[in-house]
Every structure is written in structure tokens, then in C-alpha cells.
């Protein structure tokens, strides 16, 4: 019979069954069969394990063939009103497996046919697309160990979602997305475009790249972001300049609370300080002076509404920006487009955010300013259109509860017991089956998981159309050649040395 693969036997319940499979070069994990349920038509299950034994075949004489046994979970069927049904009675033990069908699958899983187009379900030709609406409203999450795919993946999601025109505001700690300026030169990536079904090509028109005023990437950039510095609260100086002496902490509460009720500047601050008698007073100047120098400050702000705007992809680089000073920056300009978006003066968007864990640590991991202001994003957002996709490569130290609002949440390979653990928190419906197949997913696969799929799904995720370029932490794990070559060709062209690496220290992974 065509597309038979196996048969039904031994003990079979509603919900999951093993079968005889006849060819074992036809049948995978992973893998969709169907079967027949009298009641049910057609039901579709998914391999979840493959194993083989030996058996005797011949009574008494030493003859044995290896069986192949799988295990299937089914999934269910879709009704006549679209709704995923598991069937009631069981399978027959006897009854023929057959291999699922496209059309079938992707009705059962609940994939789109519009929409974020990242990849193909694992081992098929079926393109996975996810809900674009949900996708940006409801957050989404990527978390994996370093090098498994993270960023790749994201420049995959911001490529679907430039060419749909949502605004996106990249918050970008390693300078990675500027080359997604480029089409993808890659041959190796270039070779599997026919395969996935696209076509290489650059954003050069969507992307415009921002920098700190105290970037040490100004000329590269389109852009310098200066921000107002206006109404900083004394937290906030706090963690900007590391202020810890507690009288010089009580003069800024006392000074700011003399300004409150007005819009205040830090030189306003400072002249408030000024007036104060008390010898803790130096202590204070001398930090908010800090500040002043810092230049992250300017009278002349840029307008935070084009950070935000249809058609546009905004790449904040906070390459070689101290760390205090890039969570202050994005609590000010997330929390000032939340604001702005409220009030419907930005349009709906996503705002990206690399490296989350240390922009909202999970408590017992650090403290960053940005942590208040991406949580009520993560809480609220939806309701206003806007949106948080949050990478990071250690799940267990990002804020749980924002993992946990995160409606589409892509998970790569993630090893380590703590992160797998936080996974499994954060994650809701996750078996036990599942997390081992986390541990297992080769670089570039993914296990994606949101409301509107019935089950988590496989993907391998499609190769870029523009350019990725290799956080260093990657790049720098090459031979020691290739390093050698590497710093051969710095002291020639005179560089001091990779402020790169020296920023990934200060800000580890
Ligand atoms: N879907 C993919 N297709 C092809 N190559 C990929 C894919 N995903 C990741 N890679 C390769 O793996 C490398 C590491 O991926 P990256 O996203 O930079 O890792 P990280 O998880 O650390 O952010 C990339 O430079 C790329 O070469
Ligand atoms: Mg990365």
C-alpha cells in the first residue's frame, strides 16, 4: 500500500502507540505518520523515539534479524471547525502507519502559510512561517549557548520583518547587525539559498546604524544618539557613576527632590549641589561632573522618534560603551518610546534586545537600570504594540518572568543544567523528551514554541539573505594561526588592539 511504513503492535492507547516499522531508512525520529481511527479518519502522530533490538526468527537455532520499533505520540486531528482533536478510543494494534503528508502536517502543527517565514520543519521541505502580528506584539525569545544560532536566527526574523516594514529597533551591545546592511556573500550560505528558497539581498535602504555620543565608532555610523539627560533620578546617577558613599547619596536625594515639580537638567543638579554646606558635597560634584564629561548628554537630543518609524530598522551599536552606560540608555529611550507609543506618536514596532541578561538580569544576578522599564514592556506592550525579542545565551540569568511573557519562544542548543533548567521554567509544556532533544540540536536548529502550534516544533533555520557577521567571542575561538595572522595584520595597520575584546570583558559572553 502506498506509503505504508509500518504496523501497529503490541499495546496501543489513544494518545501514543509502537508500530513494526518496516524499512528503517523510511522512518526517523521526528517524523509525522497517520494512522487511521475508526472513529477519528486520519489522526497524525510524531515519531518520538527509534529503536532497534534483535529477535529470534528461527526457534531453537541461533538465527536473529534486527526489528526496528518506533514510539509515536499522536497529535491529533483537526475537526470541522479547525479545532485539534486527540482521538478517544484507541489505536488498533495490527493497524498499517503511514507517512503524513505535507498538507497534513502543516494543518495539524498550525503552521501559517504568511508570515515570518524562519526555516524548514526539520527533515521536510515544509516552510515554517509564524504568526507576524503575534510574533512582534507578544515577544518572542531566542536563548542557546554561544555560537548555536542566536544571532543568526534574529537577522533571519528582522530580514521577514523589514520586508513587511514593521520598525524594529536593534539594541546591539557587539555591533553585529550593521552588515546586515550587505547581501550574503557567503558560498557556503549562498549554495543552500535554493534550498530554503530565497535569493541573497541587502537592507542598506531599511537600516540606518546609531552609535553613544561616546562610541568610539562615531564615523562609521549614520548617526550619533544624544540623549536629554533631563529629570535623571538619583538611581539612576547612581548606577551611572557608581556613587556609593551614602552622605554624598542623601545630599542628590535632598538636591533632586529640590528640583522636583520642574524638568530638571544635570547642570541643574549640579548648581543645586552647589548651594548645599556639607563636606560630602565634593564627593557628589566630582560624579556628576563624570557625567557631564561623559558626554552620553546633550542639550541638543536627538528626537527619539526615529527610533521607531515604518519601514526602518534602527541599529543602536554600543560597541566599546561602558555597560552602566548602555542599560541607561536603554531604559531612557525604551522607556521613552513606550511612552511615546502610548500616546500613539511612534507607530507599533519591536524593539530587539541582544545580550538581555545584562539589560534585565534575573534577581541574584546583578542589577541594571533597564530592569523596570523591560519588564513593564514585557507586561504591557502588548496591549500598546510593542514588542521585545529577547536573545541571550544564558537563559537561567535573564528575568524569568519576561521569558515567561515571551508568546513565540525559539530555543537553540542549550547545555548548561542551570540554563536548561531556567528553559524549563520559562518554557511552558516542555517534556522531558524535548529538553534532551535541546541538548542535542546541531548549530542553526531550532525548537520553536508558541500558542498557535499545537507542539514544538523542529526547524532548521533558513540561511540569511544579508550579511551576518560573528560576535568576536566566536571569531575568536579560530586557530591560533589564524590569530597570529590576526594581530600581524593590526600592528601593520597601526591599531592599538581590539576594543572589542576588551568590551567583552568588561561585559563577559
Ligand atoms: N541557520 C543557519 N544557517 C547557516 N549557518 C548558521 C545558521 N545559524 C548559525 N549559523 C552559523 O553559526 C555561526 C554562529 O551563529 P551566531 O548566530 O553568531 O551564534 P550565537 O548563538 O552565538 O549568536 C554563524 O556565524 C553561522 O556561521
Ligand atoms: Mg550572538
New binding site residues.
Given amino acids: 500500500m502506498k506509503g505504508v511504513v509500518g504496523r501497529i503492535y503490541g499495546e496501543a492507547s489513544s494518545t501514543e502507540f509502537t508500530f513494526f516499522i518496516f524499512n528503517p531508512r523510511e522512518v526517523k525520529r521526528t517524523d509525522y505518520v497517520k494512522v487511521w481511527n475508526d472513529i477519528d479518519g486520519w489522526v497524525v502522530a510524531q515519531v518520538v523515539d527509534v529503536k532497534a533490538t534483535s529477535e529470534s526468527v528461527a526457534e531453537g537455532r541461533n538465527v536473529e534479524k534486527e526489528v526496528y520499533i518506533g514510539k509515536a505520540v499522536v497529535i491529533g486531528k483537526r475537526d470541522e471547525n479547525g479545532v485539534l482533536r486527540t482521538p478517544k478510543t484507541p489505536f488498533v494494534p495490527g493497524e498499517n502507519v503511514f507517512k503524513a503528508e505535507e498538507e497534513l502536517i502543516i494543518d495539524v502543527l498550525g503552521l501559517e502559510r504568511e508570515g515570518v517565514y524562519i526555516?524548514l520543519l526539520e527533515d521536510h521541505d515544509i516552510k515554517v512561517r509564524l504568526d507576524t502580528n503575534s510574533l512582534v506584539q507578544k515577544h518572542c525569545c531566542i536563548l542557546?549557548?554561544?555560537?548555536?544560532?542566536?544571532?543568526?536566527?534574529?537577522?533571519?526574523i528582522m530580514e521577514e520583518l523589514m520586508e513587511k516594514d514593521v520598525p524594529l529597533l536593534i539594541i546591539d551591545p557587539h555591533g553585529?547587525y550593521a552588515t546586515m546592511k550587505e547581501p550574503n556573500r557567503?558560498r557556503?550560505?549562498l549554495e543552500?539559498m535554493e534550498l530554503f528558497g530565497i535569493k541573497p539581498k541587502g537592507y542598506g535602504d531599511k537600516i540606518r546604524i546609531y552609535v553613544p555620543p561616546n562610541s568610539p565608532f562615531t564615523d562609521r555610523a549614520d548617526g550619533v544618539l544624544k540623549l536629554d539627560g533631563k529629570n535623571l533620578s538619583a538611581e539612576e546617577i547612581f548606577e551611572l557613576t557608581g556613587l556609593n558613599n551614602s552622605s554624598a547619596q542623601a545630599l542628590l536625594y535632598q538636591a533632586i527632590k529640590n528640583l522636583k515639580g520642574t524638568d530638571y537638567t544635570i547642570e541643574d543638579i549640579i548648581s543645586e549641589v552647589e548651594g548645599i554646606k556639607h563636606n560630602a558635597k565634593w564627593t557628589l560634584l566630582g560624579a556628576l561632573e563624570k557625567i557631564v564629561e561623559s558626554g552620553l548628554f546633550d542639550s541638543d537630543a536627538t528626537p527619539l522618534d526615529i527610533l521607531l518609524r515604518r519601514g526602518r530598522a534602527v541599529v543602536l551599536d554600543m560597541r566599546g560603551v561602558p555597560p552602566e552606560h548602555q542599560q541607561l540608555i536603554v531604559s531612557r529611550i525604551c522607556g521613552r518610546l513606550f511612552e511615546m507609543r502610548k500616546r500613539n506618536e511612534v507607530p507599533a514596532g519591536m524593539i530587539v534586545i541582544e545580550e538581555a541578561h545584562n539589560f534585565i538580569p534575573e534577581r541574584g544576578f546583578g542589577k541594571a537600570i533597564s530592569t523596570p522599564v523591560l519588564r513593564t514592556i514585557a507586561s504591557e506592550g502588548r496591549k500598546f504594540g510593542l514588542g521585545l525579542m529577547v536573545?541571550s545565551?544564558r537563559p537561567a540569568r535573564v528575568d524569568k518572568n519576561v521569558i515567561s511573557q515571551c508568546n513565540t519562544q525559539i530555543i537553540?542548543r542549550v547545555t548548561n543544567p542551570n540554563d536548561i533548567n531556567a528553559v524549563k521554567k520559562g518554557v511552558e509544556g516542555l517534556t522531558s523528551e524535548m529538553v534532551d532533544e535541546i541538548k542535542r540540536l546541531p548549530?542553526?536548529?531550532a525548537m520553536v514554541v508558541s500558542p498557535e502550534l499545537e507542539k514544538p516544533i523542529i526547524v532548521?533555520?533558513?540561511?540569511?539573505k544579508s550579511m551576518?557577521?560573528?560576535?568576536v567571542?566566536?571569531v575568536e575561538k579560530t586557530s591560533k594561526l589564524g590569530k597570529l595572522e590576526k594581530r600581524k595584520g593590526k600592528s601593520e595597520r597601526g591599531e592599538k588592539g581590539d576594543s572589542r575584546s576588551i568590551f567583552r570583558k568588561m561585559f563577559g559572553g
Fill in positions: 526555516g542557546a549557548k554561544t555560537g548555536s544560532g542566536k544571532s543568526y536566527t534574529a537577522g533571519v553585529e557567503n557556503d550560505e543552500k536573545i545565551q537553540m548549530p542553526g536548529t532548521r533555520v533558513r540561511v540569511r551576518h557577521s560573528q560576535a567571542g566566536v
